[in-house]
């Protein structure tokens, strides 16, 4: 009975939360359908809130024209699938080495690639923007995706992972011929594939919604992202279309929410299964 009245509690708070979640969202969609009129005259809460009185799509139309849409999303989209691919890759065989092989100094190596996540982006952004700078990456793709092609989050988490495998799979291998390629490559990296697609959603988010690097670094119209285009729509031409910006909010939302919802499971499982064995 008590687990029973535990699940009923536990079922009532994730609806809540559902709820708090689901509403700001249906608000903004509502508004980019509704016109900059009917927003303007908007007071007090009722259906309309969320279902405009009558629908358009001129703020889609407009959004369109203003950003360049399909280069600024083409951008986006090709910096973050080869941010996340680099991630997936590098991290994993990182993540292999540390749980798996013995070399000099590992502890304290992987001690300071932890020691780095308590620090912001923020404090690096100055000598990321200097040694940029110096290399004669500013303005360019490749300064967007090779400081992020790995990150010690990435690592940390694949190194839990590979750590719960059995490592009797590895000498069962070894046996077999493999040597440690052979071992990462045929044992090893198929069991990773939840691991993989949780951390690519998490990378793949990190760098669509990527703001304050790429508007320090990327001057030119042509190698805009969308959060910075956004930004430019915001305090441009349309900065009172209320409209168009959240015409432009949905869009940007929407890879992220049509990748989750295909590859949630693998997400869930991922996250289940990586544990914190030390």
Known sequence: MNKKYNNLGTHIILILFAIITIIPMAWGIGNAFRSNEELAVMSGLSIHTFIPKSFTLS?????FSALNFTKVFTNTLFIALIVTIGNIIFNAMAGFAFARLNFPGKNAIFIIFLATLMVPLEVLIIPLYNTLKDLHMMNSYSALIIPFIANAFGIFYFRQFISNIP???????IIDGCNQFGIFGRIILPLLKSAMVTLGIIVFLQQWDSFIVPVTVIHSKSKMVLQVALQDLQFGLYSNDYGVMFAGI???????????LFLQKYYVEGISSSGLKG
């Open 167 to 173: 490592k009797e799979l590895d000498e069962a291998a």
């Open 59 to 63: 703020n889609f139309v407009s959004m």
């Open 250 to 260: 949905v869009v940007s939302a929407l890879p992220v929410i049509i990748v989750f």
